[in-house]
């Protein structure tokens, strides 16, 4: 057992220091700006890696977004078959019941315009979905299961997440009714800068924003349901 | 580059963990190392071609030494998913965990060889 614990330690060092001596020969090259020129003339969209993932490379990151979805009903059907405690007891501390409100709004309030100008400065859907979903996670540590369950209306969350993704399916074929490619930026470029710019980058940035959050806070909403808060 | 040699450590850390540990949480941990390990990979590869951020300020004109955005656009997506799908193997430990009451790989495949 030993033997074969020590070989395997062994095999493994030597093919990271494989590859690790093969690293040099990665070559380096330069982007020019006439590049990201072309990129912003073709996408409106000033930050570059957005412009990438929501425009050149939108069929990956649709079926991301399937895989997302199917994880999350992985996680939520099959814990209801795990056995939940008996007794929920949630965090009882004056101090964390009073700004575990504050953190759940200005988490909210930051989610929505890391959404709105993920095409203009660091952000987008799949940050602000996280932050988003931590601030409700924070919340719903404080509180008792049946209250949030009466506040968050959980039994929508799920048809929600079924219409978003509906949603994002309908944007990238809607292009073929009016005549053009699929995946195709339909919309207005409008004025570079702009909010309201950029196609339907803004708007696939909100529905991602959306399905990250309900998907991520339904994940710690039934961790928190059937294992309870520590 | 060093932050190359770095992800490849950690990245090779993570498989060593996977394979050697008994439990399977500290096996889906060493999982979430990999994974941190090969998106520190990507985003490195990024650095070697510029140090800045590829956001384009228009006030400044001809920006230089602007970092490669397709490396960050590959893996940007992968961060969320691997939360996911982390948790998923999670609850399906959980699962298991009720069924067999134990962790560990061996007694779950019912092997007890010692060779």
């Known amino acids: 057992m030993r033997f074969k614990n020590l070989l395997i330690v062994i095999s493994t060092i030597i093919v990271c220091l494989v590859t690790i001596v093969s690293l040099t020969d990665i070559p380096t090259f330069k982007i020019s700006f006439e590049e990201f020129e072309r990129i912003i003339e073709e996408t409106n969209s000033l930050n570059t890696v957005t412009a990438y993932y929501l425009n050149y490379r939108l069929y990956d990151t649709i079926f991301e977004i399937f895989v997302f979805t199917l994880s999350i009903y992985g996680v939520v059907f099959f814990l209801n078959s795990v056995p939940s405690i008996e007794k929920h007891v949630p965090f009882n501390d004056p101090v964390m019941n009073f700004y575990s409100k504050f953190a759940f709004i200005i988490s909210i309030v930051a989610a929505i315009y890391i959404a709105l100008v993920g095409h203009l400065s660091p952000g987008g859907g799949f940050v602000a979905g996280i932050v988003a979903g931590t601030g409700m996670m924070i919340v719903s540590l404080t509180k008792n ?86 | ?98 069924r067999r009451s134990t962790m560990d790989v061996k007694r779950i495949e019912g092997e007890t060889d010692e060779s």
């Open chain 1, 145 to 230: 299961i049946d209250e949030i369950k009466d506040q968050f209306k959980i039994e929508n969350i799920s048809s929600y997440e079924k219409l978003i993704l509906l949603s994002v399916i309908l944007l990238t074929i809607f292009p073929v009714l009016i005549g053009k490619r699929s995946f195709q930026n339909f919309l207005p470029l409008g004025k570079t800068g702009r909010i309201l710019s950029a196609g339907f980058i803004p708007l696939f940035d909100l529905l991602i924003f959306l399905k990250v959050m309900f998907g991520s806070w339904s994940i710690t909403f039934y961790f928190i349901k059937h294992r309870g808060v520590v």
């Open chain 2, 1 to 98: 580059m060093i932050i190359l040699i770095c992800s490849i450590l950690i990245t090779f850390i993570g498989f060593i963990g996977t394979i050697l540990k008994k439990n399977l949480i500290l096996k889906m941990l060493s999982v979430g190392v990999m994974n941190t390990g090969v998106i520190t990979f990507f985003v490195g590869l990024s650095y070697r071609s510029g140090k800045a951020a590829p956001i384009i300020d228009k006030l400044l004109k001809n920006q230089q030494d602007l970092a490669d955005p397709i490396p960050q656009a590959v893996i940007i997506t992968s961060i969320v998913i691997g939360f996911a799908v982390l948790t998923f193997s999670l609850v399906y430990i959980m699962l298991l965990t009720s």
